[in-house]
């Protein structure tokens, strides 16, 4: 019987347009979680990030803003937040080449895993609405209720690729005969983790690499209205794919507890 195989994405800049986390930015703020201030800031590190993409060195600036941007976030409030305004702030800014990417590699029996550098209060509920079926992503530390500022699990560059060969060791995925899409050369370890790379939107770094390696470059700019193109899973299915202990997580984080229980051990 053959192995199973799937399509691992990105999320920032390859499914949709913007950094996810920082694109809640305006929500939180009207949600009372976060000052004018620092909302400026993060639109500033957005328009940064899209012009001219994010190194390893701002990459961590943004980390290490962001973590001590939601230390004592009420972390219920966060998930509400994010439910109640994840169309309006979303819809707008998923590529439509991505969607009918992901589709594609359904309709030839891949899974679909998002591996992403964005927190899971997010990235789950966005994996969720485009039918992937694993999502992979960072998770911040909880206490009380409460998110403490430090990060349990950081879902970035090198260990975007251990946690996809962790998938395969756990579902047995054939990565020889896996895709993988990315922007930024960050993900470059990720990307050769698979028999089948593929750059999207890549910065001048990766796009060098992709041409080096002969790596296709694909362009997504087709922005799509995303609940006129992806049907909604039934709750069933979601709550499958996402259930943790009894909690919604991100998928990627099913593991990623799984592996650090096996570390302690």
């Known amino acids: 019987m053959p192995r199973p195989t799937a399509a691992f994405f990105d999320l920032d800049k390859t499914i949709i347009a913007k950094s996810s986390t920082l694109a809640f930015s305006k929500p939180f703020q009207a949600g009372g979680l976060i000052s004018r201030r620092a909302m400026l800031r993060s639109t500033y590190a957005q328009f940064v990030y899209l012009v001219g993409g994010a190194d390893h060195d701002q990459m961590e600036k943004m980390r290490r803003f962001m973590s001590a941007m939601c230390a004592g976030w009420d972390v219920a ?29 359904h309709l030839a029996g891949r899974d679909v895993v998002i591996v992403s550098t964005s927190g899971s209060e997010v990235v789950g509920p966005i994996g969720e609405m485009l039918g992937a079926d694993r999502v992979v992503a960072t998770r911040m530390e909880i206490v009380d209720g409460k998110y403490s500022g430090e990060i349990e699990y950081y879902a970035y560059a090198e260990e975007k690729a251990r946690a996809i060969e962790e998938l395969a060791r756990v579902v047995g995925y054939d990565l020889e005969n896996s895709y993988a899409y990315s922007d930024s050369v960050t993900d470059v370890t990720m990307l050769e983790a698979v028999g089948h790379a593929h750059a999207v939107n890549p910065d001048k770094e990766l796009r060098k690499i992709a041409v080096e390696r002969g790596w296709p470059v694909l362009v997504f700019n087709k922005p799509v209205e995303l609940r006129s193109r992806v049907p909604f899973p039934p709750a069933r299915q979601t709550l499958a794919a996402l259930a943790v202990g009894g909690a919604l997580a991100a998928g990627g984080v099913m593991w990623a507890n799984a592996r650090k229980r096996r570390v302690d051990e």
Request: hydrophobic share 45%; proline share 3%.
């Open 77 to 105: 409030t966060v998930r509400e937040i994010v439910a109640d305004t994840l169309h309006n702030i979303v819809d707008p800014l998923v590529y439509d080449e991505a969607v009918s990417l992901i589709e594609e590699h």
